[in-house]
């Protein structure tokens, strides 16, 4: 993952460039020396708020702007660097890997629920649908008054805004992918 500058560099590129500023008109508009500047963009500076706050008023654009991630057209998400929350100490490991930090209306999980593990979930928002496969074991699932049991290689799609349980009580280490919808 890039560090805040290197963020903050591309950011300020982009945008000066996509306004169609050259370094001495920014400078000039912010205030902000054009071999600070420089510097900045190459990821070498280590800017103040004060300085970032110029360059955005300088190029009218919301501070946001110069610290907000940039969407690209695709993510790669690494499970070994995403620090998982845990669940029955430490028995289940959930691992956010499409948070709905965008409004998308659905989250993307893995989880590795270890054998006798237990994890009981509060309901999510009302509407909330659960989707979930099992890559590995067989665990159940208790949604509402139902209970299922749903092996390697099987799916299930069941209401998420009531309480519901998962328990791995099988030998292996079971694995899964869930995917929350949320209306």
Known sequence: MDTMNWIVAKN???LREENKLSMEELSRLSGVSKSMLAQIERGEGNPTLSTLWKLANGMKVPFDALTVRPKTSYEIVKTSEIQPLLEDDGKVKNYSLF????NRRFAVYYLELE??????????LRGTTEFITVFCGTIGINAGEKVFTIAKGESIRFRG???HSYRNSGGETA???M???NP
Do not use: T, V
């Open 175 to 177: 694995i899964l992918h």
């Open 179 to 181: 995917i929350l919808y």
């Open 115 to 124: 054998p006798g593990s237990y994890w009981q979930s509060e309901p999510h």
């Open 99 to 102: 948070p709905d930090n965008e």
């Open 161 to 163: 805004d009531c309480i």
């Open 12 to 14: 300020i590129k982009r």
